[in-house]
């Protein structure tokens, strides 16, 4: 059974930054994508970036390109998402997320059929 963690979160002020760790477990990934995504309070689940383990990162959020990054590493099962230059508006609980890759996964949540608990992160101004 796939199984994902993430950790990481915090309290942070604007400007700072995080990383994310999303461990994964219970599978072979190779064949995988993985997603994130967050949701702000009052508003639907929304895609943050996705990669693939062999290549890593694909796309991101017009949102947050240029201040957010995800790093795969293989040998430790786990996906990192470094979030830099944040703002208030990125406060949210913060999933990642897998599907396989032959299933084409994209944008969507519906996308992604396995998920984290999520980590909140919150940022002050």
């Known amino acids: 059974q796939v199984q994902l963690v993430e950790s990481g979160g915090g309290l942070v002020q604007a400007g700072g930054s995080l990383r994310l760790s999303c461990a994964a477990s219970?599978?072979?990934?190779?064949?995988?994508?993985m997603g994130w995504f967050r949701q702000a309070p009052g508003k639907e689940r929304e895609f943050v970036g996705r990669?693939?383990?062999?290549?890593?990162?694909?796309s991101y959020a017009d949102s947050v390109k240029g201040r957010f990054t995800i790093i795969t590493d293989n040998a430790k099962n786990t996906v990192y998402l470094q979030l830099n230059s944040l703002k208030p508006e990125d406060t949210a609980v913060y999933y990642c997320?897998?599907?396989?890759?032959?299933?084409?996964?994209?944008?969507?949540?519906?996308?992604?059929?396995?998920w984290g608990q999520g980590t909140q992160v919150t940022v002050s101004s």
């Open positions: 997320a897998a599907a396989a890759q032959y299933l084409v996964p994209r944008n969507y949540p519906s996308d992604y059929l396995y």
């Open positions: 990669a693939i383990w062999s290549g890593g990162a694909l």
């Open positions: 219970g599978g072979t990934f190779s064949g995988y994508s």
